[in-house]
C-alpha cells in the first residue's frame, strides 16, 4: 500500500538523531535513537513578530527569562501534538502554522520529531501523507509544479500522485528554514491553484499557505524570528515560538551528554552558577557547545580538583576561545596537508564575518571560493558542516554563535584597521542587532589573557586591535555619558556587556569615573544585574545607584548585593519587591556602612522576612529610609520598633501609604519618643 511505503520512507529519514561528531577528532557523528535522546522543548503561542530593535539570540534569552515565571506570562505553552487544533486566538482551526526560532534552538530536530511521530501514529493521522521539505534544498529547483516538486523528494509516489493531491484535506506540508530561501517570500502575492502549472518554488509555497492551491490543506513552516518581520503572518492562523529547554530539560541534555552523572552534575552546577554561560543555554546548540568544551576541559586532566574548576571559562568569549583552542589542538596531532591553521582560519573568518554583517547563514562552494577556502581540511570540518549531495552542497558553522566567533577573530588575525573601523561603524548602524554578539566578542578578546590561549595554535593576535577596540569603547562610554531616555540606558547597559567580556577592570573604572549610576525605567533580568554587579565591583568611585522601577527579579538582585558595599545612596522603588528580597536587603546592609539614603517605596515587604531587614537596620549608618506604599501592616510595627529604637542615625521615615492600623501600632509611637527620628511622614 502506497501510504505505508511513503510512511517507511519517512521513518528511515527521521527515526536517528544525528549529533555533531566531536570536533577536531576523527570520530564519525554520533547516532542515537530519536526516542531515546529527543529532550523536550518549549512552544509557546505568540503573535509579536514586531521589528526587533535587540539582537534575536538575546532577545529570546531575556523572553525565556520571562517564560519561566509561568504566573507572570499570558503565553499559553503548545505540544507539537496541538498546533493544528482550534486556536482561541484566530477562532478556528488552523490551516497554517508558523513555527519561529531563533539559530540553534532545535527547528529542524522538532520538525524531525513532528514528522517521526505523524509516522509512528502518535499524532495527526486525520493526514493521509506527510512531505516534509527544507528550503536549502527547494533553493536549488528552478522552474517546478508542486507535483515534479513532490516527485522529486518522494519518487515513490509517482504512480499515484494525481490521486493523493485530489484530497487536499488529508495532506500535510512541512516547509523548515524559510529564512533559508534564497527567494523572499512575503504571503502577499502569489495565486497558482493547478498542482501541474510550473513556477518558482517560493511561488507554490505562498499559494499553498493561501489556499488558491490544494485548497483544505494544512502546513507548517519553520523560520528564524528576523525573517518574519518582513512577511504578511496575517496568513498564517496559528504563529509559535520555540523558546528551547527549561531548567530541567537543560539538566537532561547535560545527562544524556556526559553520560556520568559526578561529571554531568559538576557542568551543569558551574554552568549554573555563571550567569552569562547559563542564560544562553536554552538553547541546545549552545549547550552542546558547552558540554563539549567542559568535557575537554575535565578530559585532559586525570582528576577534576578545583584549580581545574577555577580555570575553566568564565565569559562566552573565553568559553568559545577554549572550543576552537582545543579542537586546534587535537588538529596538531593529525597533521593535514596544504594550509597552516591560521591561514585557514582567516578565511573562515572573512566569509564569516561577510555573512554577520549581510544576514547570510549558508554559504555555496561559490562562496567558498571566492574567500579561497579549501574544504577538504580537518580544521574546516571542525568548524563548518555541509548538506547536500554533490554538486548542490551548502555549508554552515556549527552554530551562528561560531560564526560570530570567527567573525571578530579575524580582525585580531589580519589586521586591517579601516577595515576593522568601517565594520564598527557598520555594526553600530543596523538597527536589527545582527551584530550585537560579534561585537561582544571583539570586546571579549580586547583581553590579552583570553587572547593567549590561541597563541601556540594560531601564533601572535594583534595588540593594535585590541587598542583600537577599547579605544571605540570608551568613546561609547563617552558618547553615553549624558544619557536621559530609556533607550539610551539600554544602550549603556549594552556598552556594560562589552566591558564585562573584556574582563578589564582598569578599563571600566576609567571609563564609568562618574559617582552615579542610573537606570531606572529599564527592565533588568538577572543576566543584566550580573554584569552590572561586575561593573560597579570594578568601579569603586560610584556613590548613588539608581534602580528604580527596573522589575528586578529577587534573583537580580540576589546578585547585585555585594557589589553595593560602597553606595551612599539607593534607589531600588517600583521593583516589585516582596517579603522574600529582604534577607538579601539585610546583607546589603550589614555589609555597607557608608549607606545613607535607602529608597524601598512602592514595593511589597510586609511577611516574616521583613523582620531581618529591621535587624539589619540596627547595625548601619542609613540617615534617610522611605517605606511608603510597602503594605505594611500591624504586623509589621513591632519589627520598625526594634529597627528604630536601635538604630542610632536614622533622621528621616517615611511610612506613608501604609496600613498600621492595630494593636501593635502604639509599641511604633513609643519607639518614637525614644528614636534619633526629626522627619516622619
Not at 247 to 263: K, S, V
Not at 318 to 326: K, M, P, R, W
Not at 410 to 415: A, I, L, Q, S, T
Not at 456 to 466: D, F, I, M, P, R
Request: overall charge negative.
Amino acid at each position: 500500500d502506497i501510504q505505508e511505503k511513503h510512511k517507511q520512507y519517512l521513518m528511515e529519514k527521521t527515526e536517528t538523531l544525528v549529533e555533531h561528531k566531536p570536533p577536531g577528532t576523527t570520530l564519525e557523528p554520533q547516532r542515537f535513537l530519536i526516542n531515546e535522546r529527543y529532550v523536550n522543548l518549549i512552544v509557546v503561542s505568540t503573535n509579536q513578530f514586531r521589528q526587533r530593535p535587540q539582537n534575536e539570540l538575546i532577545q529570546t534569552g531575556v523572553k525565556h527569562e520571562e517564560c519561566l515565571k509561568e504566573t507572570q506570562t499570558e503565553l499559553e505553552h503548545i505540544s507539537p501534538n496541538k498546533l493544528f487544533r482550534w486556536n482561541n486566538q484566530s477562532q478556528c482551526v488552523p490551516h497554517a502554522v508558523m513555527v519561529s526560532g531563533v539559530p540553534g534552538i532545535g527547528k529542524t530536530t522538532l520538525m524531525q520529531k513532528f514528522v517521526y511521530d505523524w509516522v509512528t501514529g502518535k499524532h495527526y493521522q486525520r493526514f493521509a501523507f506527510l512531505f516534509f521539505f527544507r528550503f536549502r534544498d527547494l533553493n536549488r529547483l528552478g522552474e517546478v509544479s508542486l507535483e515534479e516538486m513532490i516527485l522529486q523528494q518522494y519518487p515513490h509516489l509517482e504512480s499515484q500522485i494525481g490521486d493523493i493531491l485530489q484530497d487536499p484535506e488529508r495532506l500535510l506540508f512541512v516547509f523548515d528554514g524559510l529564512d533559508e530561501s534564497i527567494n523572499q517570500i512575503d504571503f502577499r502575492s502569489s495565486k497558482l491553484s493547478n498542482p501541474k502549472e510550473r513556477s518558482n518554488f517560493d511561488k507554490i509555497v505562498d499559494s499553498l499557505v493561501r489556499q488558491s492551491l490544494l485548497k483544505g490543506c494544512s502546513v507548517l513552516i519553520t523560520s528564524r524570528p528576523t525573517r518574519l518581520t518582513s512577511v504578511d503572518t496575517s496568513v498564517f492562523q496559528r504563529i509559535a515560538e520555540i523558546m528551547g529547554f527549561l531548567h530541567g530539560d537543560r539538566q537532561i541534555f547535560f545527562n544524556n551528554f556526559f553520560g556520568n552523572e559526578e561529571l554531568s552534575k559538576k557542568a551543569f552546577h558551574y554552568v549554573q552558577e555563571n550567569d552569562m554561560l547559563y542564560t544562553f543555554c536554552y538553547m541546545p546548540a549552545y549547550c552542546w557547545i558547552i558540554c563539549t568544551v567542559l568535557s575537554m576541559c575535565f578530559r585532559s586532566q586525570a582528576t577534576i580538583t578545583d584549580q581545574l574548576m577555577t580555570s575553566l571559562p568564565k565569559t562566552v568569549t573565553q568559553l568559545f576561545v577554549t572550543f576552537v583552542s582545543n579542537i586546534l589542538a587535537n588538529h596538531s596531532q593529525n597533521k593535514d596537508s596544504g594550509h597552516t591553521p591560521r591561514e585557514l582560519l582567516e578565511s573562515i573568518g572573512w566569509i564569516a564575518e561577510h555573512g554577520v554583517m549581510n544576514h547570510l547563514i549558508v554559504f555555496d562552494e561559490r562562496n567558498l571560493e571566492s574567500f579561497c577556502i579549501r574544504n577538504d581540511n580537518h580544521v574546516f570540518s571542525s568548524f563548518m558542516m555541509e548538506s547536500g549531495q554533490p554538486p548542490n552542497v551548502d555549508y554552515t558553522f556549527l552554530h551562528l554563535t561560531v560564526q560570530e566567533f570567527f567573525a571578530a577573530l579575524v580582525h585580531f588575525m589580519d589586521n586591517k584597521p579601516e577595515r576593522l573601523q568601517k565594520t564598527l561603524d557598520d555594526a553600530e548602524s543596523y538597527k536589527d542587532g545582527r551584530a550585537e554578539i560579534f561585537l561582544r566578542f571583539l570586546c571579549g578578546l580586547s583581553d590579552s589573557s583570553t587572547r593567549s590561549m590561541l597563541k601556540s595554535h594560531v601564533g601572535e593576535l594583534s595588540t593594535q586591535v585590541a587598542g583600537h577596540v577599547i579605544t571605540w569603547i570608551k568613546k561609547k562610554i563617552t558618547d553615553q555619558r549624558s544619557v536621559k531616555s530609556t533607550e539610551d540606558k539600554r544602550e549603556l547597559l549594552n556598552v556594560f556587556y562589552y566591558l564585562y567580556e573584556s574582563r578589564n577592570k582598569a578599563l571600566v573604572a576609567q571609563c564609568i569615573g562618574s559617582n552615579k549610576v542610573d537606570f531606572s525605567n529599564v527592565p533588568l533580568s538577572p543576566l543584566d544585574c550580573s554584569v552590572l554587579s561586575f561593573i560597579l565591583q570594578s568601579c569603586r568611585e560610584t556613590k548613588e545607584i539608581d534602580l528604580s522601577a527596573c522589575n528586578i527579579p529577587n534573583e537580580g538582585l540576589r546578585k547585585l548585593i555585594p557589589a553595593l558595599h560602597n553606595i551612599k545612596s539607593l534607589r531600588l522603588d517600583n521593583n516589585h519587591l516582596t517579603d522574600s528580597s529582604c534577607p538579601h536587603l539585610a546583607s546589603g546592609i550589614r555589609n555597607n556602612q557608608t549607606l545613607r539614603t535607602l529608597d524601598l517605596h512602592e514595593n511589597k515587604l510586609e511577611g516574616p522576612h521583613f523582620r531581618d531587614l529591621m535587624e539589619a537596620l540596627t547595625t548601619s549608618q542609613i540617615e534617610e529610609l522611605q517605606l511608603f506604599y510597602n503594605d505594611l501592616t500591624d504586623k509589621s510595627c513591632l519589627h520598625l520598633v526594634s529597627g528604630i529604637i536601635n538604630n542610632q542615625t536614622l533622621r528621616t521615615l517615611n511610612l506613608a501609604a501604609n496600613n498600621l492600623e492595630g494593636p501593635n501600632f502604639r509599641d511604633l509611637m513609643e519607639a518614637l519618643t525614644k528614636s534619633r527620628i526629626e522627619k516622619l511622614q
